[in-house]
């Protein structure tokens, strides 16, 4: 009889700059992909933003068997206003913005455009507000074994994209899910286990 060892390991990720950050609409205003902040929500001007988390998979081996879980873990510095009242539920879904969302300066830059309007690449989830004060952590297991399935295609990357449903930006009150480089030096990681032979 013959009995084969299947190990188990934990790769922690951190984001990808190039790849994350917030990005608001009309302006699509990008200047730098260097974290010091970066939010979910309005900035109480026009710009409704929507922030992206980005992964490269390179920590993890070619060999392995399967994903056995994958969690999406982003730090909450602050709720500043009210978004969650104001915008209904925060969504998260899985996009594919490619290897860099490209930076926008003088008018919108199509290509930042189509990232930030990137079509989901599967149905959103709502994010549980049970814990309060908010502490992200999101299970993203099968998006994550989807991506890795398809590395090839996606270049080693998985990338996810926070948003709320209903935003409405009709007050000059900023109102955003936040997250800055004082309280949080990263801005997400990604805990991916799997076995390997």
Do not use: C
Not at 113 to 125: C, E, G, K, R, T
Request: glycine share 6%; net charge negative.
């Amino acid at each position: 009889m013959n009995f084969r060892a299947i190990r188990l390991n934990t790769a922690i990720i951190d984001f990808e700059p190039e790849t994350s950050g917030s990005l608001g609409a009309p302006s699509y205003f990008l200047q730098t992909h260097y974290y010091n902040v970066a939010w979910v929500g309005d900035d109480s001007g026009a710009n409704i933003d929507r922030l992206f988390l980005g992964f490269q998979l390179d920590k993890l081996p070619d060999n392995l068997t399967r994903v056995v879980s994958s969690r999406l873990k982003w730090p909450v510095s602050m709720i500043i206003g009210d978004p969650l009242s104001k915008f209904g539920p925060l969504l998260l879904e899985p996009v594919d913005v490619g290897d860099v969302i490209e930076l926008s300066f003088s008018g919108p830059n199509p290509s930042t455009v189509a990232d930030y309007h990137a079509v989901a690449l599967a149905p959103a989830v709502v994010v549980s507000l049970s814990d309060k004060p908010l502490r992200g952590d999101f299970d993203v297991t099968t998006w994550t074994t989807q991506d890795w399935g398809n590395r090839n295609l996606r270049n080693k990357r998985t990338q996810y994209r926070l948003r709320f449903e209903t935003p409405n930006n009709g007050d000059p009150v900023k109102d955003q899910i936040y997250s800055d480089s004082y309280d949080n030096p990263i801005l997400a990681t990604l805990w991916v286990t799997y076995e390997y032979p």
